[in-house]
């Protein structure tokens, strides 16, 4: 399968910068830096504080087109979450909304052709795992202080030596489930629509497969939220 | 009847790929007998994908089963109960994905595959 064609790579090795398209062929830094998926996930960023910065820039009262979608979507997810959390995780909505839209506009990003999405690379979906858990961990460290290691010896005292490494890789697991999760279903997704381009392109037989991956594409982006607002409900509340 | 041909029949066909795998032992070469671990490779990855997906499909539609009975119980609740399938759903395939991820390792990024070219006598690049 030859090299996919991807517009911004193309775009920025038209003005000269040393930019190559997989990771086998990236030896120094700069190339390292310039791989799509890390370009793409700028790309993302760019939009998000260009969008950010202008939508806040003036807020009103009773609010108008941008301010009242950008106020709707926000309000439902920090609504649900709160639902999930509880009244002490607030402070965990930025993390939480920030993930949510950054994994759903780069699943999304996927389909448009010349677009590469970045969570359909290993590195960006295990980049996004591991802030969430060891953040969690933290957390749970915050609230609890030293007591923290109770979430992790089980029901009674006696079971503590056989619960403390299972609950210990369990947690550890939690890295591996979120970004393989994430990145199987879309980069599986984006192989299957390649290997349909490539048999019967002209039959426009990739399209149901597309609007699969728009639905798969919201549905991760879901639960990648959810299940992370779970783990920060688990490190929050008290131990059983 | 019908059960025990379904079962005789996948077993006859797994028997009949090893034979085919093991056909060429009388005066087999090193590359052709090096080059059954890709064979091999190509049958255990699909192998994956297989059960992976039977197991999906059995528990999602228990899934799925329960839901639409809460539902019809209850039509009210029916954004709740929608809410929690769709992340049942999604616990469930994600252990389909995780077998997927294990079969394109073994097709696409095999770690050992670089060893066998060497063993065999290929250029590995």
């Known amino acids: 399968m030859e090299h996919p064609v991807l517009f911004l790579p193309m775009l920025l090795k ?14 120094t830094f700069l190339q390292k830096l310039l791989l799509p998926h890390v370009i793409y996930a700028w790309l993302l960023m760019l939009v998000f504080i260009l969008i950010g910065w202008k939508v806040g820039k003036k807020i009103e009262v009773v609010p108008a087109k941008g301010q009242n979608f950008f106020e709707t979507v926000l309000g439902g997810i920090e609504d649900f979450m709160i639902g999930i ?14 993930l ?14 010349g677009f590469y999405a970045p969570t359909s690379n290993l590195n960006t979906t295990l980049a996004c795992a591991i802030i969430v858990v060891v953040y969690s961990e933290l957390v749970g460290i915050r609230f609890h202080g030293i007591k923290y290691i109770k979430h992790f010896t089980g029901p009674v005292l ?13 947690h550890l697991a939690r890295v591996m489930s979120l970004s393989i999760r994430l990145f199987g279903n879309i980069f599986g997704e984006e192989l299957v629509l390649a290997i349909l381009f490539f048999l019967a392109g002209m039959y426009l037989a990739p399209l149901p497969m597309m609007v699969l991956g728009l639905f798969t594409g919201f549905i991760q982006a879901f639960i990648f939220c959810v299940l ?12 059983h | 009847m019908l059960r025990r041909t379904g ?19 009388a005066g087999a070469s090193v590359t052709v ?33 329960g839901s639409v009975e809460g539902v019809a119980r209850n039509p009210e609740a029916s954004g709740k109960i929608t ?10 395939e994600s252990l389909t994905i995780y077998a997927l991820v294990v079969a394109l390792i073994l097709i696409y990024a095999n770690p050992v595959s670089k060893l066998i070219q060497g063993f065999i006598g290929l250029a590995g690049h």
């Open chain 1, 14 to 27: 038209k003005l000269g910068l040393p930019v190559v398209l997989s990771a086998d062929e990236a030896h």
């Open chain 1, 85 to 98: 959390v509880g009244e002490e995780g607030r402070f965990i909505f930025p993390l939480i909304a920030t």
């Open chain 1, 100 to 113: 949510g839209i950054f994994i759903l506009c780069s699943n999304y990003m996927g389909m448009i052709p």
């Open chain 1, 158 to 170: 006696w079971l503590a030596p056989l619960m403390f490494p299972i609950e210990v890789i369990g």
């Open chain 1, 228 to 239: 992370s607002m779970m783990y920060f409900a688990g490190a929050i509340e008290e131990a």
């Open chain 2, 7 to 25: 079962l005789l029949t996948v077993l006859f066909s797994l028997g009949f790929t090893a034979l085919a795998f093991a056909a060429e032992e």
């Open chain 2, 33 to 65: 007998t090096g080059l059954k671990f890709f064979s091999w490779s190509a049958l255990a990855a699909a192998l994956a994908i297989t059960f992976a997906a039977t197991g999906c499909g059995i528990g999602q539609g228990l899934a799925v089963k």
């Open chain 2, 83 to 92: 809410v929690t399938m769709l992340i049942g759903l999604a616990m469930i």
